[in-house]
């Protein structure tokens, strides 16, 4: 093996043929490749390029000039067929012909190799300006390197360029950050292109070097875990590109990938994208953070003479950064999401969701501490999961697009393979379908963001929502990923804490994925065994309306040639059809059993007094091996006479002791008076939350009922001022509110289904809008699931009758348009 260092003794010869042949001999060599070879190219290339510089100076007769390396030559990242970037510096002083003379002989001898070549020939003072007017040549500028002759000339340059690059910075990086996303535009993505330019594309070498010009400024700086390992590995994919091929290119083309792969000793193609995808994901990652970072500083730099401004020449303390709690242990600083200074992660090993599920409900990115902070030091979940995870992970993917840049952050860190472990199959995996868009990993998210626009249609978008996470999650496995998904989804089900019916539902969702689209595109739908085909699949009309939105947003998420009217109208008129073929299984709602023995109790006590009794308790899961019960929230148990105006009131009340409503229960018993009549008792359940950890006093809240019922406490004014003084951050945009009249519903009363996003007083909003109605509500089952509320509510006239048709329809416009508004 001939060493480097002979090699370059090889090129002193300024002609081609020995910088050439060693030149050969070096690129042949198997031994050393990645940055060894590279810069030993490098080394090679100085030492040719020097002794031809020395040789045409002396020619020439000039003296006060340098040779000097820029771009990734002056990095001394010199790839197979890269370019030479030569700035050829001079003092101005010698005679302009022999300063042209210098350059052709230094230029042309590279040429006449069959190099690329930029080049330019300058003084120090014009370099400077043109680096003012041209950014491009200002960030090649920032890695000048001496190669030969006058030293103090580039030592000079150099020194002048980054001290103008850091007076500039405020000026030249948003400049740069707009070059930037003009070229990821153009480029796309490379984590997720199937012929990525290695370069270019969005995460790739370019963006490398953008970060490198940010950190020289001196005002902010990329995170440095896992980047140096990210440029190298795109580096080598590139080196073995140039070899396979023998051209200067850097597109990574199907028809090359396994050759690339094979140079640089991997598997096959797949391997090499995903290796390409996951060092692409890093760059970019890193990228989001440091230009985060930069908006930051310059925020917080044109901030300042204006707040010295407003505190007065006198000066004064400078205002600390207001905190904005967001969940408990969370809170918004400066435009991100970071942890509350009282949070523990090692003690609440549901921080790290719930604090992705606040970021993304605030359309925030989460801080890069917060995140390291939450991988470095939080507990892991037990199995199953506690109540309050499930619902944090159906909080986050209910977000919709804002899901997708905090869940690159937990991701980043290793977050999600800790959460999910099969995730880590499906993690960068390429898809070689052109139809497909994105990598396994990203459709999957993607999917869930395309369902959380559809969770209005469902009546379990929890369900819908992580069904989107999972369907494809058996491609990380050899044979059919449908049928691999189905099992892997049962076990995840289970670990996340579903009960043993959601997670058939999820594993049925994810077998059958497809089975819609390819029936009612491939099938005669006039045939009945194929509508009996599919309804005996899904076996249930919850589950076939789970599976026609899972289906949609499937669709939507593989790419634009995926789903079209045709299709759409097809899968519609398949699932009318399996839809009318399950519609007879339908039960009627089922007659309340008598109340339990508390119940009981209350109810007794309520009738007793002639006003409300309550009782809290936490309610808590059962225990782990490891450890006690995991409190889930808290139950609170309210029994009062009967009478108008219950459910705004009491929904009032929870919210004004910002309680959250995660499920409820209303229904009226009638028990026996002392005259032998019969009176009715209202019975409520409610599982509630702190909204940040404190919870109020059961005869605060009695109190505060009490006098919301006799109408000295004005519940409506109170929430207006409220928020009028706390105004919730706007966060993300939401799907409109759907309500609508439950086709199937009771014999006993008409059933209000209502589909919303969850916010503070949405319950008291439902129910003035029912006492204004004049309909009585018999019972209520509400349902906080992640995000989204899906409430039933069994209403009838004042005679106790179910609502006419026309009537029914009227109040779910009317219900709908009050909570749109």
């Known amino acids: ?231 190298r590995r795109l580096l080598d994919a590139r080196d073995a590109l140039h070899l396979v091929t023998g051209r200067a290119t850097d597109r990574l083309a199907l028809q090359e990938q396994d050759q690339v792969a094979a140079e640089l000793g991997l598997l096959d193609a797949d391997v090499l994208l995903r290796e390409v995808y996951e060092a692409a994901r890093t760059v970019s990652y890193a990228g989001d953070v440091t230009w985060r970072e930069v908006n930051r500083v310059l925020r917080a730099r044109s901030a300042r003479p204006r707040l010295r401004a407003l505190l007065g020449a006198g000066g004064g303390r400078t205002a600390a950064a207001e905190r904005t709690p967001l969940a408990e242990g969370v809170v918004e600083l400066e435009g991100e999401v970071v942890l509350a200074r009282t949070a523990r992660p090692e003690r609440d090993p549901v921080l790290p969701l719930r604090a992705a599920a606040a970021a993304a409900q605030a359309g925030l990115p989460i801080s890069l501490h917060a995140v390291r902070r939450l991988a470095g030091g939080t507990r892991p979940l037990p199995a199953p999961w506690p109540a309050e995870a499930r619902e944090q992970l159906v909080t986050l993917l209910g977000a919709g697009e804002s899901t997708v840049p905090v869940w690159e952050a937990l991701e980043a860190e290793g977050l999600i393979t800790g959460l999910l472990p099969d995730w880590e199959r499906v993690r960068c995996r390429p898809q070689r379908n052109p139809v497909h868009t994105w990598t396994v990993d990203r459709h999957l998210v993607e999917t869930a963001v395309r369902a959380s626009s559809l969770t209005r249609r469902v009546s379990r978008p929890d369900l819908l929502l992580v069904a989107a996470l999972l369907h494809d999650i058996g491609k990380g ?70 599976l026609h939105a899972l289906t949609e947003a499937d669709a939507l998420a593989t790419g634009p040639a995926a789903w079209s009217s045709w299709r759409a109208s097809l899968v ?38 002639g006003g409300p009794v309550l009782a809290l308790h936490a309610r808590t899961e059962e225990p782990q091996e490891d450890g006690a019960p995991e409190p889930v929230g808290v139950e609170l148990l309210i029994a009062l006479p009967d009478r108008p105006g219950v459910l705004p009131a009491v929904a009032g009340v929870l919210a004004l002791h910002r309680l959250t409503v995660r499920a409820a229960d209303l229904r009226a018993v009638e028990l026996p008076t002392e005259l032998g009549r019969e009176a009715a008792v209202l019975l409520l359940t409610w599982r509630v939350a702190a909204e940040y950890g404190s919870l109020p006093q059961a005869v605060r809240l009695r109190a505060d009922l009490v006098r919301a019922l006799d109408g000295s406490l004005d519940v409506r004014a109170r929430l207006a001022e409220r928020e009028a003084a706390y105004p919730r951050r706007r966060g993300i945009q939401a799907p409109p509110p759907r309500v609508k009249v439950a086709p199937t519903g009771s014999r006993l009363a008409t059933v209000i289904e209502v589909r919303a996003q969850d916010a503070p007083g949405l319950l008291y909003r439902i129910g003035r809008a029912l006492e204004t109605a004049a309909v009585a509500v018999r019972s209520a089952h509400v349902s906080t699931l992640g995000a989204n509320a899906v409430d039933a509510f069994y209403v009838t006239d004042q005679d106790g009758q179910p609502l006419p048709a026309d009537a029914a329809a009227g109040l779910a416009r009317e219900l709908e348009a009050e909570l749109r508004g």
């Open 572 to 609: 519609d008129d398949l699932t009318g059809r399996v839809a009318a073929v399950l519609a007879g299984e339908a039960p009627d709602e089922p007659e309340p059993g008598a109340p339990g023995a508390e119940h009981e109790r209350l109810a007794v006590e309520a009738l007793r007094t």
């Open 1 to 231: 093996m001939t060493s480097a260092d002979e090699l370059t003794g090889q090129a002193d010869d300024p002609g081609p043929s020995g910088y050439a042949a060693a030149r050969l001999r070096l690129l042949q060599e198997k031994a050393q490749p990645g940055p060894p070879r590279r810069s030993a190219l490098a080394r090679l290339t100085d030492a040719w390029t020097s002794a031809l510089f020395t040789s045409a100076a002396e020619a020439a007769g000039v003296r006060g000039a340098a040779l000097v390396a820029v771009g990734g030559y002056g990095r001394g990242e010199l790839s197979p067929r890269s370019d030479l970037d030569l700035l050829l510096l001079h003092d101005g002083k010698a005679d302009p012909g022999a300063i042209a003379s210098l350059a052709d002989r230094v230029w042309y001898p590279v040429w006449d190799l069959g190099l690329d070549l930029d080049h330019s020939v300058r003084t120090p003072g014009e370099a400077r300006k043109t680096a003012g007017d041209d950014l491009k040549v200002q960030l090649g500028l920032l890695d000048a390197r001496h190669v030969a002759g006058d030293l103090g000339l580039t030592t000079g340059l150099r020194t002048s360029v980054l001290a103008d690059w850091r007076n500039q910075a405020p000026k030249r990086l948003p400049e740069l950050y707009e070059l930037c996303q003009e070229r990821a535009e153009r480029q796309g993505e490379l984590q997720f292109l199937l012929e990525p330019d290695i370069k270019e594309a969005r995460g790739g070498l370019r963006d490398t070097t953008a970060l490198r010009a940010v950190a020289a400024s001196w005002l902010a700086d990329a995170p440095r875990a896992g980047l140096d390992g990210a440029r």
């Open 477 to 546: 496995w050899p044979g059919d990923h449908s049928v691999a998904g189905e099992v892997i989804a049962r076990d995840v089900a289970a670990r996340i804490g579903f009960d043993h019916a959601d997670a058939e539902v999820l594993a049925t969702l994810v077998r059958h994925h497809l089975l819609l689209v390819e029936t009612a595109t491939r099938r005669d739908l006039d045939d009945p065994a194929t509508v009996s085909t599919v309804a005996d699949a899904v076996k249930s009309t919850a589950t076939l309306e789970l």
